[in-house]
T-cell receptor, first 113, second 114 residues
Framework: AQSVTQLGSHVSVSEGALVLLRCNYS??????LFWYVQYPNQGLQLLLK??????LVKGINGFEAEFKKSETSFHLTKPSAHMSDAAEYFC???????????FGKGTLLTVNP | DAGVTQSPTHLIKTRGQHVTLRCSPI?????VSWYQQVLGQGPQFIFQ???????GRGNFPDRFSARQFPNYSSELNVNALLLGDSALYLC?????????????FGSGTRLTVV
């Protein structure tokens, strides 16, 4: 069975500080990994995805994530937080013949001025 | 270009009623999926359709059903509504089947069951 664990339901950072949101996964097939962002009362917006190839993936709004197979991790980072980054972030797992995405429970990011 | 559009945006229903939610995928996208997001949780997979055929079903009761039309739009139907069905229902579309393509999500339909 596939599963996603997001460590920390709430992360708070100061504006300009490093953002690190953690995601670990469990999968019996080569994983496809995604980060989505959700602003209040909105749907999900794709930040970045890893399917195959380069393990460091760059996304929109200055975010990037690194796929580490040995650690079964796909942590999301941004060097300098901006107030507009405040939102909920979801890590999601797909792969193999599985058409569905399995989501983590989400991490709420708060950015303090 | 229009993204994934869902209607209605908000809906209030009474226990025991039936509801139909609608989704139009991005033009050219053949795959549509439905997810349920309960407050404070990540989205849970309900169905995936590709070329009008059901390709996957999540762990939801038979009260939930869906279909995809020749123009690739989709409907999600829920019968005999329960209070626990209150959630944000998200539709997602993809160019092809398979999760490796990633999905583009709509803004969702907020269903409240009273």
């Amino acid at each position: 069975a596939q599963s996603v664990t997001q460590l920390g339901s709430h992360v708070s950072v100061s504006e300009g500080a490093l953002v690190l949101l953690r995601c670990n996964y469990s999968s019996s097939v080569p994983p496809y990994l995604f980060w989505y962002v959700q602003y209040p009362n909105q749907g999900l917006q794709l930040l970045l995805k890893y399917t195959t190839g380069a393990t460091l993936v760059k996304g929109i709004n200055g975010f990037e994530a690194e796929f580490k197979k040995s650690e079964t991790s796909f942590h999301l980072t941004k060097p300098s937080a901006h107030m507009s980054d405040a939102a909920e972030y979801f890590c999601a797992l797909g792969g193999g013949s599985n058409y569905k995405l399995t989501f983590g429970k989400g991490t709420l990011l708060t950015v303090n001025p | 270009d229009a993204g994934v559009t869902q209607s209605p945006t908000h809906l209030i229903k009474t226990r025991g009623q039936h509801v139909t939610l609608r989704c139009s995928p991005i033009s050219g996208h053949k795959s549509v999926s439905w997810y349920q997001q309960v407050l404070g949780q990540g989205p849970q997979f309900i169905f995936q359709y590709y070329e009008k055929e059901e390709r996957g079903r999540g762990n939801f009761p038979d009260r939930f059903s869906a279909r995809q039309f020749p123009n690739y739009s989709s409907e999600l139907n829920v019968n005999a509504l329960l209070l626990g069905d209150s959630a944000l229902y998200l539709c997602a579309s993809s160019l092809e089947e398979g999760s490796n393509y990633g999905y583009t999500f709509g803004s969702g339909t907020r269903l409240t069951v009273v």
